[in-house]
């Protein structure tokens, strides 16, 4: 199975997200970092460098 990785902060809507992962019982780790996770490591994941990947 593929780890899920959420990348959470906290005015966005990973809220949604976080309850839906939990509400289908699925595992997943959450980054939620705050401010460190914009740039660098979540251009990794989008160009844009934004959040609201997972």
Same mark, same amino acid.
């Given at each position: 199975?593929?780890? *899920?990785?959420? +990348?959470? +902060? &906290?005015?966005? =809507?990973? &809220? =949604?997200?976080?309850? @839906? #992962? #939990?509400?289908?019982? #699925?595992?997943? @780790? %959450?980054?939620?970092? /705050?401010?460190? #996770?914009?740039?660098?490591?979540? =251009?990794?994941? %989008?160009?844009?460098?934004? *959040? /609201?990947?997972?």
């Amino acid at each position: 199975m593929t780890q *899920i990785t959420l +990348y959470e +902060y &906290a005015p966005s =809507r990973s &809220a =949604r997200c976080h309850w @839906t #992962l #939990l509400e289908a019982n #699925l595992k997943f @780790t %959450s980054a939620s970092d /705050g401010p460190s #996770l914009v740039g660098s490591e979540a =251009r990794q994941h %989008s160009t844009l460098g934004s *959040i /609201g990947k997972f």
